[in-house]
């Protein structure tokens, strides 16, 4: 199993990339999604194994790759920790501008920034992993949570918003629906409204 890290961690890895970043001259714009954009993002996720991120260049720039490869070392983290993987998995129809909130520039420290991260505001209901015995119970809390930060109260209307994204997924959506209509409504948290 892969070792797990708070908010804190992931704020000071944002902060040496963004140095890195600088220091090569470059910009690296992200967004972060899955358990690390819920974790930054709200008070209802403490701890990632990973960071997904939209999509990297191919190869890494040099600079990108040593500094991860440091991160990871540094904090015995794995080598993938932070990865593209979910890439393949996001819309098409989701606009930066419009779907995604500036969470911040880093490194926090007002030095020039090299590093800026977004996260998303729709619900992850296009894999909904409840059923899955490692993470269905942390799948369960974060869905009925971000249900309750962004006003839905059924699952037609989180159906709907998987329409928006996923317009094939939500036509065939009785997976969804089913799980939404049968999960178990306790342990969702008085979260802060999550970024739209």
């Given amino acids: 199993m892969a070792s797990t890290f708070d908010r804190d961690a992931l704020l000071a890895a944002f902060d040496a990339i963004g140095r890195a970043a ?31 991120v939209s999509e990297l260049p191919s190869p890494l720039p040099a600079w990108l790759a040593v500094a991860l490869h440091d991160i990871a070392q540094q904090n015995g983290w794995s080598d993938d920790w932070f990865n593209d993987g979910v890439a393949f998995h996001l819309s098409p129809l989701a606009d930066q501008a419009a ?27 296009k894999s909904v992993r409840v059923l899955d015995p490692a993470r269905g119970e942390a799948e369960r809390l974060d869905i009925l949570n971000l249900m309750k930060v962004v ?29 939404l209509k049968h999960m178990n409504p306790e342990g969702a948290v008085d979260a802060p409204k999550y970024p739209r």
């Fill in 151 to 179: 006003g839905i109260t059924d699952a037609d209307a989180a159906v709907a918003l998987l329409a928006r994204y996923f317009p094939a997924s939500a036509a065939s959506a009785e997976k969804q629906r089913f799980l």
């Fill in 22 to 52: 600088a220091r090569a001259g470059a910009k690296l714009q992200i967004a972060v999604y899955g358990g690390s954009a819920l974790m930054l993002a709200s008070n209802f996720r403490f701890a990632t194994e990973d960071v997904d």
């Fill in 99 to 125: 779907d995604h909130l500036e969470f911040g520039t880093f490194p926090r420290d007002g030095s020039p920034p090299g590093l800026v991260v977004s996260v998303p505001s729709a619900l992850k209901l």
